[in-house]
């Protein structure tokens, strides 16, 4: 589920990282596991983006040519508060080890400027620079920088040496800001000359409150370019995952990926859904339900014609894809997460629609409104349909591609999350 605007085609795994990080079941970090045995901090996941091999085939990035003596600033939203703070590093997808010459995390002012007198240093085991293995990850210690639920932070990182491709998040709908040197620590966003939409090497915030008995009642959204936002207004924060958290006061974390599948890697859209589901959905902190929303692509890509990302694109039927979601519903169960089901959005129109697509869609959507096995449903079929069509999106929450709601469509998913929670 994506719209492509370049089309070169990269060859290389995308399943070595599930084999690392963990496929169905989280790993977390040992700082994290020695955390959860003293009871010392409540570190709740705040933000949250899932990695991707890098790639050129979605709006420019610099994912490929990678980063050297160059200083990253990235601005995110955090949906918890706290008084201190930990940024998530994933190098999922390097092939050498990943250099981190310094980061700092600080309060967003606006663009890629930060609040004065809020940037703090952070450390890697008490260090300011840390190196992360080929295919690992790599969480900070706590800094202490008080937050409240949807303030916006910057974390910056200075990379001294040659990165490499760089494991990213294609589609942030924020902008990223680059600078030549060391500017790690200014206040000021002048040297930071360069931008794009994506996020890199970062994946999580989380922040931290006292010694104080875990709420758990985060909320993972996981799923496909719905769920990452596609057609939202770019650097507002209009995701439904932002409109969720606005509603509940929840912490919400967004793992979707644009075209992602259940059933199948891609090397333009992340591993299938099966296999990322431990690292980015179970291994989060602080989190008691995942909402699910995949399978248009799995049921869409052998309709559309002549696009090479959409690839591979078996004709996938309803039980096979079925059978995908009770995995993910065995796994959020056995790690005591509420597993919430969401129908597939209409598609009638898109690139995705056709005679089977329509078939298996309505298939898929009256297992997962009637079968029982999840805790809740999330009808964003009925919720977003064309009341003259239901087949088509309503165009008041169209964004135009038949496919992806837009601004107002995000909210109504986000009240029909609420509504079942």
Known sequence: METVRRTRRIAAPVVAAALVLGALVGTGSGAEKAEARTGAVRWSAAWGAAPQLPSTGFT????QEGFSRQSL???VRVTEGGDRARIRLSHAYGTSPLKIT???????????????????????????SAEIPARGELRSDAAPLRLKELDSVTVTLYLAGTT??????SQGWSDTYRADGD??????GVAYTSRTQSWYYLTGVEVGGGAEPAKRDGIV?????????????????????????ERTGRPVINQGIG??????????????????????????????TVVILEGLNDIGFSEAKGQPTYKPSPVVSSAELIDGYRKLIGAAHDKGLKAVGATLLPLKGSDHWGAHAARTSDEVNEWIRHSGEFDAVADFDKALADPADPDRLNPAYDFKDALHPNDAGYRVMAKTVADVL
């Open 60 to 63: 420019p990035n610099w994912s």
């Open 259 to 288: 075209g992602n599948l259940v059933l199948n890697d891609s090397a333009w859209y992340g591993e299938r859904a099966t296999a990322r589901f431990g690292r980015d959905v179970l291994d989060q902190p602080g989190v008691s």
């Open 164 to 169: 490499g491709p760089a494991t990213f998040h």
């Open 102 to 128: 310094g980061a700092t995390i600080a309060r967003t002012a606006k663009g890629a400027a930060v609040q004065e007198g809020s940037v703090r240093h952070l450390t890697f085991g008490g260090k300011r």
């Open 221 to 245: 959204l996981f799923g496909d370019s719905v769920t990452d936002g596609f057609g939202s207004t770019p650097n507002t924060n209009r995701r439904y995952s932002d409109a969720l958290a």
């Open 183 to 188: 500017h790690r620590a200014d206040a000021s």
């Open 73 to 75: 600033r990235q601005v």
